[in-house]
């Protein structure tokens, strides 16, 4: 490659690194995923293994058993309270869903009898429009959407069972990376890859793990305080509404202001003071949280723009689905790291 220029040579390897990123989240990622969720696992409860052996004499594996059990039963009991609060609430809202859906017709109904007046047109034609483009919308709803949710919900309970055996595998992993851990880095070490593997995966724990970290507790922080403002107003779905909200402000740009400001305007209208009250200080609160909260726990680490991160995640959507809302940030981030790398090395 001697006789390539040295722009040249920095766009083929931007072109590479693209087509290796790509190809190992489509198709070796899903492969490997177990195992490098066991290995995070086994990275948290290894201190309390290695205590567990050093003052009690228990052998590392038993140890790991021990604190696994610990953290699946926290864990789960975490998620069957979480999970039954959403059920109940979820369940509460179909059933209510006739009188919600009877509510919003008799609003734009009157919404757009005043429309009618101000434009001077004969009662009723806002509504009528109004209402053929919904029933349009129903009918695409009946005839495409839920025959294509009915598949899907075949198919997830077809891999059920593919789940459950996930998870097993899992589960065994995290005990055997507890026992051998450190033969492993040291195997690592004695590679003749380690010290470009090791210079690769020491800048993306400073920056994709980072980044994961942050936007998940961010968005833990902000789902909390949507429900728990929710609540106080009397919203009867406040854990469903309070997480749809917190995953809806991680979207740069977008946020919460969004959602809150249209509700705001509407409590203020209906006289409601207490709960436009309660939803301003929560947007508030939301945005100093993301403004402080984020740059300190990145300290610096990550630095992307925020148009080069909605890039990302809106092609990591495109790509990979849901699971792109995270692979496509971190995607940028591998990129710039292996890019950094080659600079430095040449």
């Not at 920056?207 to 970290?213: E, V």
């Amino acid at each position: 490659m001697e006789y390539l220029t040295k722009r040249q040579k920095k766009i083929l390897c931007w072109i590479i690194s693209v087509a290796a990123v790509y190809l190992g989240f489509r198709y070796l990622l899903p492969l490997f995923i177990p195992f490098i969720f066991a290995y995070f696992i086994a990275w948290i409860l290894r201190p309390f293994a290695a205590i567990l052996h050093r003052y009690l004499h228990i052998p590392l594996m038993v140890g790991g058993a021990v604190g696994l059990l610990i953290l699946l039963v926290g864990a789960g009991s975490g998620i069957y309270f979480l999970g039954q609060m959403f059920i109940n609430q979820l369940s509460e809202f179909f059933k209510n869903f006739p009188i919600y859906q009877e509510y919003l017709q008799t609003q734009v109904e009157g919404i757009c009898c005043g429309c009618d007046r101000f434009f001077r047109l004969p009662e009723g034609t806002i509504f009528e429009t109004f209402s053929a483009g919904m029933e349009s919308v129903g009918i695409q709803i009946r005839e495409k959407f839920l025959p294509a949710m009915t598949r899907r919900t075949l198919k997830f309970a077809a891999g059920i069972a593919v789940a459950v055996g996930t998870i097993i595998i899992t589960l065994t992993s995290v005990l055997l990376w507890i026992k051998d851990m450190e033969e492993y880095k040291k195997g690592l070490k004695r590679s003749e890859f380690y010290p470009e593997v090791h210079r690769i995966t020491k800048q993306l724990s400073e920056t994709g793990i980072a980044y994961l970290k942050t936007q998940l507790i961010i968005m833990g922080i902000i789902a909390a305080l949507c429900s728990i403002a929710l609540f106080l107003i009397g919203n009867p779905y406040a854990l469903i509404f309070g997480i749809a909200m917190a995953l809806f402000d991680a979207f740069p740009v977008l946020g919460l202001g969004l959602i809150l400001g249209p509700w705001i305007l509407i409590e203020l209208l209906t006289k409601d003071f207490f709960s436009a009250a309660v939803l301003g200080t929560l947007f508030v609160v939301c945005q100093l949280i993301r403004e402080f909260l984020e740059p300190k726990l990145l300290g610096g680490k990550l630095g992307i723009p925020p148009i080069y991160s909605m890039i990302a995640m809106y092609l990591g959507v495109q790509l990979f689905g849901i699971w792109g809302f995270f692979l496509g940030p971190l995607g940028f981030v591998i990129l710039r790291t292996i890019n950094r790398t080659s600079e430095e090395k040449s």
